[in-house]
């Protein structure tokens, strides 16, 4: 059963850096799935923020490009996401995501989600 | 750039059959995928591909595209299947996904 835990600040300070990591278990990082991350402000839609490749290819939101970067540990199979510069709008759930080896782009396992607050 | 359309809210008597939409231009070239999320809960993949449903997902959801719209169908809704429904594709970049807004289904 594959499985995806995010694990990070839940509380940041403004202009910081947001840094999340996303566990995997049940299934190997370094298979042809690409690895993503989404945010969700508390009551609101779903955003895209980008996906990255065991290879360490990546793509990124444009809205975001600026600030964001994401890694791959193949050693520990896992990804991390981090967000530079944040504001108050970066407060959000943020969910980890695989998505399945086809070239739908459709996430079919999702981690729970974590709350990162951005406040002094 | 891209982005993808919804209806905020649809209604659906219980039993009957609903069909949430899904607009945007990108959806000429990519099908939509539909997740289903209920408060408190990550989403839930429900449709993908042409129409395809991931194992669990009952057969009463099914997917359809014609021109820039996809549809999310659901023959029959259950009370269950009050949550709200979000589409998502690839933008014409075909590198970047793009999620619509969402659609909150009440089963009355």
């Known amino acids: 059963q594959v499985q995806l835990h995010e694990s990070g600040p839940g509380l940041v300070r403004p202009s910081d850096t947001l840094s999340l990591t996303c566990a995997v278990s049940?299934?190997?990082?370094?298979?042809?799935?690409?690895w993503g991350w989404i945010r969700q402000t508390p009551g609101k839609g779903l955003e895209w923020i980008g996906y990255?490749?065991?290879?360490?290819?990546?793509y990124y939101n444009p809205s975001l490009r600026t600030r964001v970067t994401m890694s791959v540990d193949t050693s520990k199979n896992q990804f991390s996401l981090n967000l530079s510069s944040v504001t108050a709008v970066d407060t959000a759930f943020y969910y980890c995501?695989?998505?399945?080896?086809?070239?739908?782009?459709?996430?079919?396992?999702w981690g729970h989600g974590a709350l990162v607050n951005v406040s002094s | 750039s891209s982005e993808l359309t919804q209806d905020p809210a649809v209604s659906v008597a219980l039993g009957q059959t609903v069909r949430i939409a899904c607009q945007g231009d990108?959806?000429?070239?990519?099908?939509a995928t539909w997740y289903q999320q209920k408060p408190g809960q990550a989403p839930v993949l429900v449709i993908y591909?042409?129409?395809n449903r991931p194992s669990g997902i009952p057969d009463r959801f099914s997917g359809s595209t014609s021109g820039n719209t996809a549809s999310l169908i659901i023959t029959g809704a259950q009370a269950e299947d009050e949550a709200t429904y979000y589409c998502?594709?690839?933008?014409?970049?075909?590198?970047?996904?793009?999620f619509g807004g969402g659609t909150k289904l009440t089963v009355l």
């Open positions: 591909g042409k129409n």
């Open positions: 990255i490749y065991y290879s360490g290819s990546s």
């Open positions: 998502n594709s690839r933008d014409s970049s075909d590198h970047h996904l793009l």
């Open positions: 995501a695989r998505t399945m080896g086809d070239s739908s782009g459709s996430f079919d396992y």
């Open positions: 990108t959806l000429r070239s990519y099908y």
């Open positions: 049940g299934h190997s990082i370094s298979s042809p799935n690409w």
